[in-house]
């Protein structure tokens, strides 16, 4: 299935794009997302490990399965005071 992600700041810089499409198999979870993501776009490996995944605005598990048509966004961890 064909699938968009959004990315926001320093993932947005890493990937040198806004929004990424990405072919992955239907099923197919959050971390074979970042998985796909990490071989298709190298200077994203580094942090996919720090990256929140954000599914039709909640925030998803690395388990939650992934389906056409849902809003996907990468965020990067919030600090501040």
Known sequence: ?????KLF???RQAA???IL???IAEGATV???KAELGRQFPDLKSML???LVAIDTE???EDQVLQAGQDIAL???????
Not at 1 to 5: A, P, R, S
Not at 75 to 81: E, F, L, R, T, Y
């Open 1 to 5: 299935m064909n699938i968009e992600v």
């Open 9 to 11: 700041a320093a993932a």
């Open 16 to 18: 040198n794009q806004e």
């Open 21 to 23: 499409a990405i072919e």
């Open 31 to 33: 971390q074979q997302l």
């Open 49 to 51: 490990d720090h990256l």
């Open 59 to 61: 925030y998803a598990g």
């Open 75 to 81: 965020i990067p961890p919030v600090s501040g005071g």
